[in-house]
């Protein structure tokens, strides 16, 4: 991507963060995603808190927990959350019906589990991430080491081709110590039946396919702040 390019992506990553950040109220335990996207709205909120906003929050890894820590908001144990009043988050891609591929950052499994206990879900997004049909990023799947070959091959079966990620010449391993592998199915015509299918899998942990759990899509292009609900 040229730099004039990266540029305007992250002036629109920016802009959306802000309008997303707007909706979090005083009082609030606050989900925090993971990515480049969901880097501009905890800064956004860390700023916020410097001014007096009261919050905690739950972090969907590592990273996410240390960033938000160092800018002063409190961070909860996510598994004793049965609940969460807004999330903030990322996506790979998006479509009208709120359908998300995520899991680019690798945090999808918390990622999933923070969507899924929030009241108000919120993706960020730039006009890049907005597509009429799912699947031109392939879509990531957590699977436990020693599924590995089993989860591969199932997947085979219902038509994805799928590697298994690497970072710098290393197998990426995520924070919860499984792997993730990148499966491509091409544009997917009906995204809920392929999460069905691939919830039927043993050994695979989750996958990035996001159905009926995202409450609206704030999205910048350029000037524009377009929210989806």
Same mark, same amino acid.
């Given at each position: 991507?040229? +730099? /004039?390019?990266?540029?305007?992506?992250?002036?629109?990553?920016?802009? *959306?963060?802000?309008?997303?950040? &707007?909706?979090?109220?005083?009082?609030?335990?606050?989900?925090?995603? +993971?990515?480049?996207?969901?880097?501009?709205?905890? &800064?956004?909120?860390? @700023?916020?808190?410097?001014?007096?906003?009261? #919050?905690?929050?739950? *972090?969907?890894?590592?990273? +996410?927990?240390?960033?938000?820590?160092?800018?002063?908001?409190?961070?909860?144990?996510?598994?004793?959350?049965?609940?969460?009043? #807004?999330?903030?988050?990322?996506?790979?891609? =998006? /479509?009208?019906?709120?359908?998300?591929?995520?899991?680019?950052?690798?945090?999808?499994?918390?990622?999933? $589990?923070?969507?899924?206990?929030? &009241? !108000?879900?919120?993706? $960020?997004?730039?006009?890049?991430?907005?597509?009429?049909?799912?699947?031109?990023?392939?879509?990531?799947?957590?699977?436990?080491?020693?599924?590995?070959?089993?989860?591969?091959?199932?997947?085979? &079966?219902?038509?994805? @081709?799928?590697?298994?990620?690497?970072?710098?010449?290393?197998? =990426?391993?995520?924070?919860?110590? !499984?792997? $993730? #592998?990148?499966?491509?199915?091409?544009?997917?015509?009906?995204?809920?039946?392929?999460?069905?299918?691939?919830?039927? $899998?043993?050994?695979?942990?989750?996958?990035?396919?996001?159905?009926?759990? /995202?409450?609206?899509?704030?999205?910048?292009?350029?000037?524009?702040?377009? #929210?989806?609900?």
């Amino acid at each position: 991507m040229a +730099t /004039t390019d990266r540029t305007q992506q992250d002036a629109q990553k920016l802009s *959306a963060a802000r309008a997303a950040v &707007k909706f979090v109220k005083d009082g609030d335990v606050v989900g925090l995603g +993971t990515g480049s996207t969901t880097t501009f709205a905890i &800064k956004e909120l860390g @700023k916020r808190v410097k001014e007096g906003l009261q #919050i905690k929050a739950a *972090a969907s890894s590592i990273r +996410t927990q240390e960033l938000a820590e160092s800018l002063g908001i409190e961070i909860l144990d996510l598994g004793r959350l049965s609940q969460l009043d #807004i999330s903030i988050d990322g996506a790979d891609e =998006f /479509t009208d019906s709120l359908d998300l591929i995520k899991g680019g950052g690798g945090a999808l499994f918390r990622e999933k $589990i923070i969507a899924s206990l929030s &009241k !108000n879900a919120i993706i $960020i997004a730039d006009a890049s991430k907005k597509v009429k049909k799912l699947g031109a990023f392939t879509v990531p799947v957590e699977v436990i080491p020693l599924a590995y070959q089993y989860v591969f091959d199932q997947m085979h &079966k219902l038509g994805g @081709k799928g590697i298994l990620r690497t970072v710098a010449g290393q197998t =990426f391993i995520t924070d919860n110590g !499984n792997l $993730i #592998i990148d499966a491509d199915f091409g544009l997917i015509d009906d995204p809920a039946k392929l999460s069905a299918d691939l919830n039927q $899998i043993n050994g695979l942990l989750a996958h990035g396919l996001f159905i009926n759990i /995202t409450s609206k899509v704030i999205m910048s292009d350029g000037e524009d702040i377009i #929210i989806f609900e």
